[in-house]
């Protein structure tokens, strides 16, 4: 899990997909799919603007997110 500095967005990953819950609430913003192998790491922007995902399993791949859209 990654929490976006000063912010209210946290990601958690559930093998491909990485949902974007609201810290103060627990709701869920947004579910991000496009992986097509586990996520194994995330990390988000020091502005908290974009998250990357990291997929080294399977299909060795890193997607940048936006993560207001």
Known sequence: TS???KGDII???AGRIIHLLS????QLIRTLT???SVVNSIAFSVD???LASGSYSDD???KLW???T
């Open 48 to 50: 908290g603007r974009i």
């Open 66 to 68: 936006e993560v207001a």
């Open 23 to 26: 810290l103060s609430t627990g």
């Open 60 to 62: 060795y791949t890193i």
């Open 3 to 5: 929490l976006i500095p």
């Open 11 to 13: 990601a958690s990953v």
């Open 34 to 36: 496009g992986h097509s």
